[in-house]
C-alpha cells in the first residue's frame, strides 16, 4: 500500500509562515521525484515545487519563488515545503504528489505523478 500523507495546513495572518511536511511509504522514496501543487476552489491545479531523487530542486512556480523552499530528508521518507511571507492568494488544498523520471518540462503537470496524498489545507487571512 502506498501513502503520501500532507501534515503541517492551518490558519496563518498575511505575512506568516508556516511548514507542509508529507511522509511517504510504500514507495522507493530514495529513488522517487516528489512534487508540491496546490489548489483552491473553481481553480487548476498548480505544480509549485518539484524535487528529484537526490534532493536537487527542479523547479518554482513562479508565484512562490523566493518564498518557498522546497527540501526532503530520504532518511525519514520525508518532503517538506517552507513557506514564507504567505499572502492570501496562497490560501489553498495543497498536495505532495510521487513521480517518476520527472524533469523541467513536466514537473508542473499534475498528470506526470503517480501518486497523490489526500492534501492539507492552508490557509491565509487578510
Known amino acids: 500500500q502506498v501513502y503520501l500523507v500532507e501534515s503541517g495546513g492551518g490558519l496563518v495572518e498575511t505575512g506568516g509562515s508556516l511548514r507542509l511536511s508529507c511522509t511517504v511509504s510504500g514507495l522507493l522514496f530514495g529513488e522517487t521525484t516528489m512534487g508540491w501543487f496546490r489548489q483552491a476552489p473553481g481553480k487548476f491545479r498548480l505544480g509549485i515545487s518539484c524535487?528529484?531523487?537526490?534532493?536537487?530542486?527542479?523547479g518554482y512556480a513562479d508565484s512562490v519563488r523566493g518564498r518557498f523552499t522546497i527540501s526532503r530528508d530520504i532518511a525519514k521518507n520525508t518532503v517538506s515545503l517552507q513557506m514564507n511571507r504567505l499572502k492570501p492568494d496562497d490560501t489553498a488544498n495543497y498536495y505532495c504528489?510521487?513521480?517518476?523520471?520527472?524533469?523541467?518540462?513536466?514537473?508542473?503537470?499534475?498528470?506526470?505523478?503517480?501518486?497523490w496524498g489526500q492534501g492539507t489545507q492552508v490557509t491565509v487571512s487578510s
Open positions: 504528489a510521487a513521480g517518476i523520471g520527472l524533469d523541467g518540462s513536466n514537473w508542473y503537470v499534475p498528470h506526470a505523478y503517480g501518486n
Open positions: 524535487i528529484t531523487p537526490k534532493g536537487a530542486v527542479i
